[in-house]
């Protein structure tokens, strides 16, 4: 960032100290879900990649199966995603972010207000749709999951390496429309490992159900 | 962007000097511009909406119509874009933004230097994939449109607001994928209206060619 200001050492220092405060944040909640025994996973991608899609099938399984499990949902604006995540059943808050491109560990610390942790199993954060600066955030999660899905172009990974090098998980989604949108799966997963190389992939398909299957196995094996 | 952070009125003040030294920049641009008889046309959207295959389309049309276009392209890594726009036979320029999520004024500045603007009906502006950072840095663009899929979800300009509130110009992309997708096209159209009431709106497919047309007859007919 520092080429583009006319005071680069300055927003350099200022921006180091918000991360470096919202790092201390991240880490306290990390410790808190730990001793809470609730396993917190973040969703990143881009907008209209599927993330609320999955979100309401994961939250609806897990709750059908007894698994406590809640969520986060960070948008710019509407609490449309909440209202959606609720028909699920589990406990589902809105986090509006206004103007700001990303969620950061203060809104986490809001949003489980109230909360009890240690009734959780799993809770999920849906981060604001954006591929480029939740990157740079701790929000106390154990796992983040960066979501892509074929209608975006088998480029993405590429083009955007910073977040699926920060993140644990890469999820292609919308499988069902792999054919129809011409994507090449097999130059998408050489892409994904070109940016990150041994990254777990798993692809899935909210309308046909295939994978979906295996990201809950991940998910509650990691409760 | 102040209750994000420790020092509220600090960073509001950096970042306003920020945006001011970058509308200084653009105001300086537009000025160049006109002077020279240049249209320019930003294009923002999310990762994956189609900029680059529809500015493939316009800039091909263009020069093969004699009418000099060029394009500077943003991402935040590789030159894939450039070399993809480069077959049209028009000039592009790549530029690399690193970790940051927009263009500003002085890439621009930097991306035209060497180039003649007298000899250009218009140039093209491709902003990195974010549906949120770039709605703020004016680039000096006479026009600016924003694309949205129809795999991206109906309710997207209600959850991005502000960048439809700054863009002149509104492109649904990927119409062919409309009935695969379940896109409803009304409830998208009635969205759009519902966050900028009378908003201009073109759809358009790449691969059947719907919509190019009066995209291009609005692209020259500005020039």
Redesign the interface.
């Known amino acids: ?1 520092s080429t ?4 680069p050492t ?2 350099v220092e ?1 921006r180091r ?2 991360l470096k ?1 919202n790092d201390l944040r991240a880490r306290e909640l990390r410790r808190r879900f730990e001793h809470a025994g609730v396993r917190v996973i973040s969703l990143v991608s ?3 990649s599927g993330k609320t899609e999955l979100l309401e099938i994961l939250l609806t399984r897990l709750t059908a199966a007894g698994a406590p499990a809640a969520a986060l949902v960070g ?4 609490d ?1 995603d909440a209202a959606r995540l609720a028909r699920s059943g589990a406990p589902v808050r809105q986090i509006n972010t206004g ?3 990303h969620l ?1 560990a ?1 809104m986490i610390e809001d949003g489980i207000a109230g909360w009890d942790l240690d009734q959780l199993d799993v809770l999920f954060i849906e981060n ?6 939740p990157s ?1 955030y701790d929000l106390g999660e154990a796992e983040r999951w960066v979501l892509l ?1 074929v ?3 088998e ?2 990974p ?5 977040i699926f090098n920060t993140a644990d998980l890469a999820v292609i989604t ?1 499988l069902d ?1 792999a054919a ?2 011409g994507c090449d799966l097999d130059r998408l997963r050489a892409n994904i490992a070109a940016v990150r190389p041994g990254m777990a992939t798993v692809e899935v398909s909210a309308r046909t159900g295939a994978g979906l299957a295996s990201l809950l196995e991940r998910t509650r094996a990691a409760a």
């Open positions: 960032m583009t200001v006319p005071h300055r927003i200022v100290s918000l405060a881009s907008p209209g948008d710019l604006a509407t449309n103007s700001l491109c950061e203060r604001v749709g954006n591929l480029v600066c740079a899905s209608t975006e172009g480029d993405k590429l083009k955007y390496p910073t919308k429309l129809a949108t």
